[in-house]
């Protein structure tokens, strides 16, 4: 994707203008005019490549070192915060009223997937590996898998590594720590089956999505909030057209999704959505 071509004239002007491109690369809003904001996002870039202010930065990001920005740009404007089990009221929910059907599915030999959008360090897809683990101990002997995917590269390597602290762990219940993950001093490390589970992937959720088949639960929370109106309409569309009749999506305690906008959803419980069905559900599909 190309820079913005606006003409240069100030470093409030540059703020703006690195603040569109960033809009228009991720989807991801930044405040307009905020020059002190947009410097402390960018401020370590300025650092590394010895640029002097954000006009140097914005006529880097118009050459054809681009290619090789994009990435720590990315990485600059994007919010990477994420804990396990966050939100443990769609955990419940899970475990309680959606997963069953589709574990009995995968016992009888049919496709699970599971989709993590946005999924940063990878704490929420491991989470989510860990609810389906204990209840289907032998989840690898079945098709079923957790796609977990991020725009930020950097922070894709993190959750590739998959070294979590103790203390990043408090969440997580003292049954499951000792059952999915190995500590070595401060450090613990999920166990080999826990990782098997989810497939990290980069994408970003504003261009092509390369995944032709539905997913039954899709989990994109706490993203959407950084955008405006119509790419949120946008991306909650594209969600339910990549989800199985009956699939849920689950969003962020602060996003909200009309159901009177034309979208085949109807809300299912707090921050959950259900993909109408084109046919009433039976409980499980062959």
């Not at 228009?24 to 809003?29: D, R």
């Not at 994420?82 to 009221?89: A, G, I, K, L, Q």
């Not at 166990?191 to 994408?203: G, H, M, N, S």
Request: proline content about 6%; hydrophobic content about 40%.
């Amino acid at each position: 994707m190309k820079g913005y071509t606006e003409p240069l004239t100030d470093t409030s002007a540059a703020a703006d203008a690195i603040a569109l491109h960033a809009e228009q690369l991720t989807g991801i809003v930044l405040s307009k005019g905020g020059a002190a904001m947009i410097g402390a996002r960018i401020g370590r870039r300025l650092t590394a490549l010895g640029l002097a202010d954000l006009d140097a930065y914005l006529a880097l990001l118009r050459s054809p070192a681009w290619c090789d920005e994009r990435h720590h740009f990315i990485s600059a404007v994007t919010t990477n915060e994420s804990s396990f089990f966050r939100e443990p009221h769609h955990f419940d929910h899970l475990r309680n009223k959606v997963l069953p059907p589709l574990i009995a599915r995968a016992r009888c030999g049919g496709r699970v997937r599971l989709w993590s959008a946005g999924c940063a360090g990878g704490q929420e897809a491991l989470s989510l590996a860990m609810v389906v683990l204990d209840m289907l101990p032998d989840a690898e002997r079945h098709d079923l898998s957790i796609l977990a995917t991020d725009i930020d590269r950097a922070v894709l390597k993190r959750a590739r590594c998959a070294d979590f602290s103790t203390a990043s762990l408090a969440s997580v219940p003292a049954e499951m720590r000792s059952r999915f993950f190995s500590s070595e001093g401060n450090m613990c490390r999920p166990t080999p089956a826990l990782r098997k589970l989810v497939r990290f992937r980069e994408l970003n959720l504003q261009g092509h999505w390369p995944m032709h088949r539905p997913f039954d639960i899709i989990v994109c929370r706490n993203v959407a909030i950084y955008f405006a109106p119509e790419t949120q309409r946008r991306l909650w569309r594209r969600f339910a057209d990549a989800l199985t009749p009956g699939g849920r999506l689950y969003v962020g305690h602060s996003e909200q999704i009309s159901t009177d906008s034309g979208l085949p959803l109807r809300w299912d419980d707090v921050s959950c959505y259900q993909r109408l069905a084109d046919e009433p559900e039976d409980g499980a599909r062959p």
